[in-house]
């Protein structure tokens, strides 16, 4: 831990602080908010700048300490590529739960949404 | 005849090209031997698996890509902050949730994936569903007054850039 310069030990704790707090937000949010589809909004910020700067403290303190690790830049690919998936398939959910209501906007085509589509 | 078989040797180059990066990020080593493999790999996996994506799209300018996802990871951080804001210090009550319908200019399929991805990914709005007809998409905004104004900003911003790439 040692030979790490002080500037660089400040910069990653720094990017730990960002990322700490943006998923500390993510989860006070899910709290707070009162709606299923506005609570889907807090967890999709957590995954994204949170764990995005953990990762880059992660990947400039094993540079530093001259481990060079680029694992993290496929992890934070992969986190990216899945996330707005799970997202997708928790709204599709809620629109099972809504159906019927009169909340959501019409398509301008006829067939209506995809999930609620019969075929 | 000669274009013809380095598009069946190589059906997917950005695929292949992507694999021997990602391979040698597992390995975490940038060797010969490493490079090799990645390439062999490259090469056999695009081979194998082109028969179940037909229709693939023709991405004619590649940079335009990184440069997209450059905008895409800019506009995270700025609306990860804006959306933090909004949950720490506006009321339940003083936020307008709202659906906003975005009809769709794209058509090939890999392009509204990404478009409905970089929505989901930009916080403040998940992309819910499209329509059954693929020429809509249904969106949900945290906090949007005006669903037209962010509908507008979503078509000009990413749709009309993603459009260029594909189309």
């Known amino acids: 831990m040692t030979d790490i310069p002080f500037l660089i030990d400040i910069l990653v704790a720094t990017l730990l602080i960002i990322g700490a707090t943006f998923t500390l937000i993510g989860s006070y949010g899910l709290l ?88 | 005849m000669p274009l013809r078989l380095t598009r069946k040797l190589l059906p997917h180059p950005l695929l292949s090209t992507l694999l021997v990066i990602v391979w040698c990020l597992l390995i975490n080593d940038l060797s010969l031997g490493t490079v090799v493999f990645g390439a062999i790999l490259g090469l056999l996996i695009p081979i194998s698996t082109a028969a179940y994506w037909p229709d693939r799209p023709k991405i004619t300018r590649p940079w335009r890509l990184v440069s997209y996802m450059l905008l895409v990871i800019w506009d995270i951080m700025v609306a990860n902050v804006q959306v933090a804001m909004i949950v720490l ?79």
């Open chain 2, 89 to 167: 210090f506006k009321r339940n009550d003083d936020m307008a949730p709202n659906w906003v319908l975005i009809p769709l200019d794209l058509r090939s399929p890999e392009a509204i994936t990404l478009l409905a991805g970089t929505i989901t990914l930009t916080p403040g709005t998940v992309s819910t569903d499209l329509s059954a007809d693929g020429r809509a998409l249904l969106v949900h905004a945290l906090d949007a007054a005006d669903p037209e104004a962010v509908r507008d900003d979503i078509k000009t911003r990413y749709e009309r850039r993603l459009k260029e790439i594909f189309e």
């Open chain 1, 32 to 119: 707070k908010l009162d709606q299923p589809m506005k609570r889907l909004h807090a967890p999709t910020k957590a995954s994204t700048l949170g764990v995005g700067s953990l990762l880059l403290a992660s990947m400039i303190h094993a540079f530093a300490s001259g481990e060079s690790s680029l694992h993290e830049l496929l992890v934070m690919a992969f986190l990216f590529v899945t996330a707005p998936i799970s997202g997708n398939f928790i709204a599709k959910v809620h629109l099972h739960r809504q159906r019927g209501g009169k909340e959501l906007p019409a398509p301008p085509a006829e067939d209506g949404w995809a999930t609620y589509s019969e075929k």
